[in-house]
């Protein structure tokens, strides 16, 4: 890295665990990191307060702010505090404190953003965490196995429907329709040296930031390096039964005109051979050259903070991703040693 570029900026999109994953990783990066989160959560303290007051669902916000928060033992006493969750059987059971937190502020401030802000600084966030759009939104599933014919589809609607649901999801999409996107987080990304998308849960973290129109046209045009990380397992009722390869198909069909330079896949979760094969020309629907690499916490399906952050440093100080193909990192020395041409 040269000295002004010593801070790549990264934008990190997702939800959940799975973004939770990705800003660990890009943290030890860079300083400058943006976090571009979903808002479609239905369910549980999220869920509950979208309905009761009309806020944006905090849940997914919540956990990317704990996930960028400084490391610092005066900061730590807050990071535990957002990530509370009250006990009982009472009004509160359930709730994290930092999502009452945020509808708090969003009510006061009067604006979701500037409540992130608020919530940031007092965690000494270097970066930002965004919503996708400013309103919250809802997943409807187009769901096929449900019927007694295989072939017909139930719609599902709602994102806890859709990622627990028994049948094979075919297609997503969001209401409304064609939202808003979020314009600083449309701005993070044109101003992006790096942009990672992925992993997380597919149909309900993942792919609804390309359903907002501006976001995937920003996507598009963006030269940033962009990087899509792949589950290390299909996940039970979203996406059981999947390929790695199929992951990259169902992406592709709701993100026409999308290309990525990376595809980053653990190692483990996809060994040599045909399956290779096959992800390796799924890839190509991207343009994109699939990096293979230890990037798992040992025996879990959870990417590992410094593996991941490892792999993101190569790809990010390498030379232009011009050339497509494969290219296998499987230890920390193999990586340091790996041509990324």
Known sequence: ??????????????????????????????????????????????????????????????????????????????????????????????????????????????????ALDELARLLRIDGRVLPMSPIALDIEADVQGLEADPRVSRCIRGQVAVATTPGKVRRVRLLPANPPACPDAVRAIEAADMVVLGPGSWFSSVIPHVLVPELLETLIATVARKVLVLNLAPEPGETAGFSTERHLHVLSRHAPGLTVDFVVVDSASVPPGREREHLDRAAEQFRARVVYADVSEHGTHTHHAGKLASVLEQLWSGPDPGSRGSVVAETPEERESASWQ
Do not use: K
């Not at 006990?87 to 009510?107: D, F, K, P, Q």
């Open 1 to 114: 890295m040269t000295a002004e570029h010593a801070y790549p900026a990264v934008v990190a999109l997702g939800g959940g665990h799975g973004l939770f994953a990705t800003l660990s990783a890009a943290r030890r990066l860079s300083r400058n990191v943006t976090a571009v989160v979903t808002v479609a959560d239905d369910g549980g303290s999220s869920g509950r307060l979208r309905a009761e007051l009309g806020v944006i669902p905090p849940g997914d916000l919540r956990m990317a702010l704990a996930a960028l928060a400084a490391d610092d033992p005066d900061v730590q006493d807050w990071t535990d505090t957002i990530q509370h969750r009250f006990g009982g059987i009472g009004a509160l059971a359930g709730h994290s404190v930092g999502n009452l937190m945020l509808a708090g502020l969003t009510e006061v401030l009067g604006d979701p953003v500037a």
